[in-house]
């Protein structure tokens, strides 16, 4: 007993002695052995973990806040990331979201670019990170991407009806009915109500349908809402009518409408798209000029009016009102931008030239004028002076990147109209090598090269039907040119792609067999 209770080392940590102390040595019969205070030594330990980890938490803060810049960093965000790692991330999403703002106020396009998108990659819930890059991708004409942008930060069903509104009319807009379809359905309640939110977005829903040619459902689901009794009603059922075929039935539905509210612009403005479908220029224009009457401060009513007395030949009256409506509106640039491309459409260079003398005297922002003007210069084969016209972009300020996609189309569709081979080589390159290739540009380029350049047209439409989200569009006329060129095995490996498509183009197709199977390829 007495050996083991020399082995035994009873000492109090609460003793004096040992106060502040982790461990002790004791002298026993069998030696020096170590005793350790090993809840104290705990503490200890927990304490040291605990202040290095502040230490480096604020060591970090201070980085973020002043190596970063970012002021706005919470200490507590920082110190206590794995807890607060989401409003962390917010605010490094806010500081690199200003950043973005400041950039693209300054018209420094890259960074801001890069910011915006640093910002959403630290905040996904950013909608308005999301908003500019949106914007941004329509800008230089890639909807899908901008539609993508915008899906991925959708509010839950039941929420955000306005944000739901506007990303399902961009999807409609930019003929994306699918997209559109599926959003709505997702997000509406599984049985109709009153709910005007609610209806509008089952409108836009009946609306897609309608794009997919799948009209008779986009007619049931309306009267399955009861929107059939409302304007917005009729006038669905009244474009379902005219995507059947039946013009007169769909105009016979609107008149009315219109006689009773001669200011109704929606009703006008559909009235007028109907009549210049079925040829009927006059009672369009006579449409057009009511509503311009009832709402003078409309500047859709007078573009309206301006392109049909052009396409009626009243290129007097054409003139006149393109005068008029410059002296009017040229403190206004969206009313210039308009104007400017009426001038695009028409091919008239000189007007496009006014356009861009009032701007400057005006002192609005110089690049989307010169570059319509451009535009209408190549259009009325005046190639020359178009070249012209890109020496005097390029010596003003960087173009963002969308209109400087566009510079380079026109460039080469100018080079190659003036004869200047190796320039218009340059500069298609360099506009088919962007990553990001925009589908409005590239057709209107090989529309512009088709009569000049046919191998150039073809390239640019080869290049828009390899991009990963090419539409139909490209497709299409690259299969019509084919076509005209006779350029039989490029058209075949065109067939298996043109058959998937949601209206096959039939007659394209067959023309295609036919040839094939005649020559025996």
């Not at 083991?4 to 982790?22: A, G, I, N, T, Y």
């Not at 054409?318 to 400017?340: H, S, V």
């Not at 990553?435 to 828009?464: H, K």
Request: glycine share 8%.
């Amino acid at each position: 007993m007495a050996g083991k209770e020399s082995r035994r080392v009873p000492l109090d940590p609460r003793d004096p002695r040992f106060r502040r102390k982790l461990w002790v040595r004791v002298q026993t019969a069998e030696g020096i052995r170590l005793v350790v205070f090993w809840p104290r030594l705990a503490k200890v330990a927990a304490g040291l973990v605990v202040a290095a980890w502040l230490a480096v938490g604020t060591a970090a803060w201070a980085f973020v806040r002043h190596g970063r810049g970012v002021e706005t960093v919470r200490w507590v965000d920082v110190v206590t990331y794995p807890v607060n790692r989401v409003p962390y991330r917010a605010t490094l999403g806010r500081h690199h979201l200003a950043a973005g703002r400041a950039h693209l106020e300054q018209q420094r396009w890259r960074e801001g670019l890069m910011s915006v998108r640093a910002a959403l990659a630290y905040d996904p819930r950013s909608r308005e990170a999301r908003a500019i890059l949106a914007d941004y991708h329509l800008a230089i004409r890639q909807p899908a991407q901008a539609l993508q942008l915008l899906e991925e930060g959708l509010p839950p069903a039941g929420e955000g009806a306005a944000e739901v509104e506007d990303y399902l009319k961009l999807c409609l807009e930019n003929g994306e009915p699918a997209r559109a379809l599926r959003a709505a359905t997702a997000w509406l309640p599984s049985a109709p109500d009153a709910v005007p939110a609610h209806r509008r977005i089952a409108l836009r829903a009946a609306e897609a349908l309608l794009q997919m040619r799948r009209g008779e459902e986009g007619v049931a689901l309306l009267l399955r809402w009861r929107l059939d009794d409302e304007e917005v009603g009729q006038l669905f059922l009244a474009a379902a009518e005219h995507e059947r075929g039946d013009t007169t039935a769909a105009a016979a539905r609107l008149e009315p409408i219109l006689e009773r509210d001669p200011a109704n612009e929606r009703v006008a403005i559909r009235l007028t798209h109907l009549y210049r479908s079925r040829g009927r220029l006059e009672a369009a224009r006579r449409v057009a000029l009511l509503r311009r009457l009832a709402r003078p401060d409309s500047l859709g009513a007078q573009v309206d009016l301006l392109n049909l007395d052009w396409e009626l030949g009243r290129r007097d009256d054409f003139a006149r009102g393109a005068d008029a409506f410059l002296a009017t509106y040229a403190a206004d640039p969206r009313a210039l931008q308009l104007l400017a491309q009426t001038a695009v459409d028409h091919a008239d260079a000189g007007l496009a030239g006014r356009i861009v003398a009032a701007a400057r005297q005006s002192g609005h922002g110089l690049p989307p004028f010169l570059l319509a003007l451009m535009q209408a210069q190549c259009r009325a084969g005046r190639h020359a002076a178009a070249l012209a016209t890109a020496g005097e972009i390029d010596r003003g300020a960087e173009l963002a990147p969308g209109p400087a996609a566009i510079l380079r189309a026109l460039k080469a569709w100018a080079a190659f109209g003036a004869g200047d081979q190796a320039a218009g080589e340059v500069w298609l390159h360099r506009f088919v090598a962007e990553p990001d290739l925009p589908e409005g540009p590239m057709l209107a380029l090989a529309e512009g090269l088709t009569s000049i350049q046919p191998d150039a047209a073809v390239r640019v439409l080869q290049a828009a039907v390899d991009r990963p989200a090419a539409g139909e569009a490209p497709l299409r006329r690259l299969a019509q040119l084919l076509v005209t060129r006779q350029d039989w095995p490029a058209a075949r490996r065109l067939l298996p792609r043109l058959k998937t498509l949601p209206e096959p183009p039939a007659d394209l197709i067959g023309t295609i067999e036919s040839n094939l199977a005649l020559l025996g390829l």
